[in-house]
């Protein structure tokens, strides 16, 4: 099997992603990871190394009384215009606060 052609899509930065999270939920915890370079050469990553595999781990008071899979639908919502320029993968871990 060939190797996946890296993307054309412009990386995307974790500074940008972050400020964007913290614009949109106002999360109380947030951590922002860029696990492009554990995924060169698969589908999606780009031929910088970076920029299209983040994991997301949050907390926001925007999250109380939600189910898990709204709160990721909140995440993905505040992260579109990321995505639509070509974040590949974002892997989101929900920490829900008492």
């Given at each position: 099997m060939m190797p996946a052609a890296p993307s054309t899509a412009l990386p995307v930065h974790a500074a940008r992603i972050e400020a964007q999270l913290r614009e949109r939920l106002s999360p109380g915890l947030l951590e922002v990871i860029d696990e492009s370079a554990a995924h060169a050469g698969h589908a999606g990553a780009n031929a910088q190394g970076f920029g299209s595999?983040?994991?997301?781990?949050?907390?926001?008071?925007?999250?109380?009384g939600k189910s898990r899979v709204a709160c990721h639908r909140?995440?993905?919502?505040?992260?579109?215009?990321?995505?639509?320029?070509?974040?590949?993968?974002?892997a989101i871990e929900i920490i829900k606060t008492p």
């Open positions: 595999h983040f994991r997301v781990r949050i907390a926001s008071p925007a999250f109380d909140l995440v993905y919502d505040a992260l579109q215009n990321f995505i639509d320029q070509g974040l590949h993968a974002l």
